[in-house]
């Protein structure tokens, strides 16, 4: 079965960097479109960024020049990597695998937390 696996989060100051990543079985990663998600408490989960199997690049517009979602396929993995962070930036980081050349997701890992502090 296919299983997402993502480490990375922990606490951070306000423009500190963090980088996540995920390490996923069950699928061809090499085949598939993977991105990113966050929820905040109380909020809905939101995109953040996706790669495509060409490695295309593309961003929720608040985290362009940021963010950059970048990806391993030689060792099924994913990243994130995340500078300039800000206090509105804690999250619960999902990975998933996206269905097609969409950003709809098939599939959840179980999330890393993010907290950034002012």
């Known amino acids: 079965q296919v299983q997402l696996v993502e480490s990375g989060g922990g606490l951070v100051q306000a423009g500190g960097s963090l980088r996540l990543s995920c390490a996923a079985s069950?699928?061809?990663?090499?085949?598939?479109?993977m991105g990113w998600y966050r929820q905040a408490p109380g909020k809905e989960r939101d995109f953040v960024a996706a790669i495509s199997p060409g490695g295309s690049t593309f961003y929720a517009d608040s985290m362009e020049g940021r963010f950059t979602i970048s990806r391993d396929n030689a060792k099924s993995t994913l990243y994130l990597q995340m500078n300039s962070l800000k206090v509105e930036d804690t999250a619960m980081y999902y990975c998933?695998?996206?269905?097609?050349?969409?950003?709809?997701?098939?599939?959840w890992g179980q999330g890393t937390q993010v907290t950034v502090s002012s």
């Open positions: 069950g699928i061809i990663f090499s085949s598939n479109g």
């Open positions: 998933a695998v996206l269905r097609g050349a969409t950003v709809a997701a098939d599939f």
